[in-house]
């Protein structure tokens, strides 16, 4: 079946330490996202990418990095310099054909991040 | 700045009652609209989309949404709810071209009652 995976689950991690989120996909989707949830503020878009080896910044990417070497993987890394990292995250991918029945986002099921 | 609303953060319903989740964008130009569906600790399933045409949408488990430029409106219908609906609901809105981001409303989330 393909889908998104988002592993770990929970993850839980001391302060001041850097941790990576992994992302796969195998829906043969171009773009990918990052997101993060937090109860009552909705989605916030952490970073995306259109393409292997190009990333830009959403709209709350400071202590965040990303990359993309593959085109089926996205991992996000929560630097110690995010001031509150404990939130859910949520990757989502979708294809880039510009054919308007094809523009949706599929999410991952997501990780929630906890830190001590 | 491109926005997305959803007036009510909470809504309780009778099992079996109609439903209305509201949603309002404010965007330069008419975007591309879904409402997406959440269960705790889970991701997001796609319930329908409006990109063009006919204003009135169907989607999965039984939804609606009707599209209403005038009202800047995006709401999502349900005749009759069962207790599997109980979940968060998200307005989402974007383009398609450019940066293809989406923006998200705060969500509601829905309670069903016996």
């Known amino acids: 079946d393909g889908g998104i995976t988002q592993s770990p689950k929970y993850l839980f991690r001391k302060e001041g330490q850097n941790v990576t989120l992994s992302c796969e996909q195998n829906?043969?989707?171009?773009?990918m996202y990052w997101y993060r949830q937090d109860p009552g503020q909705g989605l916030r878009l952490i970073y995306y990418?259109?393409?292997?080896?190009?990333?830009q910044k959403g709209d709350i990417a400071e202590g965040y990095s990303v990359s993309r070497e593959k085109k089926e993987s996205f991992p996000l890394t929560v630097t110690s310099a995010q001031k509150n990292p404990t939130a859910f995250y949520l990757c989502a991918s979708r294809v880039t054909s510009g054919r308007e029945w094809e523009y949706e986002q599929f999410f991952g099921p997501g990780t929630r991040l906890t830190v001590l | 700045a491109q926005s997305v609303t959803q007036p009510d953060i909470h809504i309780t319903v009778s099992e079996g009652a109609s439903l209305e989740l509201r949603c309002n964008y404010s965007?330069?130009?008419?975007?591309?609209l879904f409402w997406y569906v959440q269960s705790p600790g889970q991701g997001l399933q796609l319930l329908l989309k409006?990109?063009?045409?006919?204003?009135l949408v169907q989607g999965i488990k039984g939804f609606e949404a009707e599209f209403k430029r005038s009202q800047s409106s995006f709401n999502l219908r349900k005749p009759s709810v069962h207790w599997s609906d109980a979940a968060e609901y998200f307005c989402?809105?974007?383009?398609?071209?450019?940066?293809?981001?989406?923006?998200f409303g705060t969500g509601t989330r829905l309670t069903i009652i016996p």
């Open positions: 409006y990109f063009s045409g006919d204003t």
């Open positions: 965007y330069g130009a008419t975007p591309y």
């Open positions: 829906l043969n989707h171009d773009a």
């Open positions: 989402a809105a974007g383009y398609n071209f450019g940066n293809e981001k989406l923006t």
């Open positions: 990418s259109q393409i292997v080896n190009d990333f």
